[in-house]
């Protein structure tokens, strides 16, 4: 049983930013993909990010040009640079990992809240 983990959220000004860490317990290797998904209060739980195993990256249209995904597979984690913050960012972000044999994990997620 894979597990995530992430950190990094917390509380920041509008146009500042935060980095996200996800970590796993398993090599992330055998994870075809990795992303970040965020959830609003009162609002479905969206796809803001993604990166595969072999580095391709995808982004939602509110987010492009402002969030970047990344991995290091010797750390077993995944990344999410966050910049020029919106307060529509606010909400609690979560890990993703999905094998190919369709097996998927999350982390507990880790409150993001942009404001002044």
């Known amino acids: 049983q894979v597990q995530l983990v992430e950190s990094g959220g917390g509380l920041v000004q509008p146009g500042g930013s935060l980095r996200l860490s996800c970590t796993s317990s398993?090599?992330?290797?055998?994870?075809?993909?990795m992303a970040w998904f965020r959830q609003a209060p009162g609002k479905q739980r969206e796809q803001v990010a993604l990166?595969?195993?072999?580095?391709?990256?995808s982004y939602a249209e509110s987010v492009k040009g402002r969030f970047t995904i990344s991995r290091d597979n010797a750390k077993s984690a995944v990344y999410l640079q966050m910049n020029s913050l919106k307060p529509e960012d606010t909400a609690v972000y979560y890990c993703?990992?999905?094998?190919?044999?369709?097996?998927?994990?999350w982390g507990q997620g880790t409150q993001v809240t942009v404001s002044s």
């Open positions: 398993e090599s992330i290797v055998t994870i075809y993909f």
């Open positions: 993703h990992g999905q094998k190919t044999t369709g097996s998927y994990y």
């Open positions: 990166i595969t195993s072999g580095g391709s990256t």
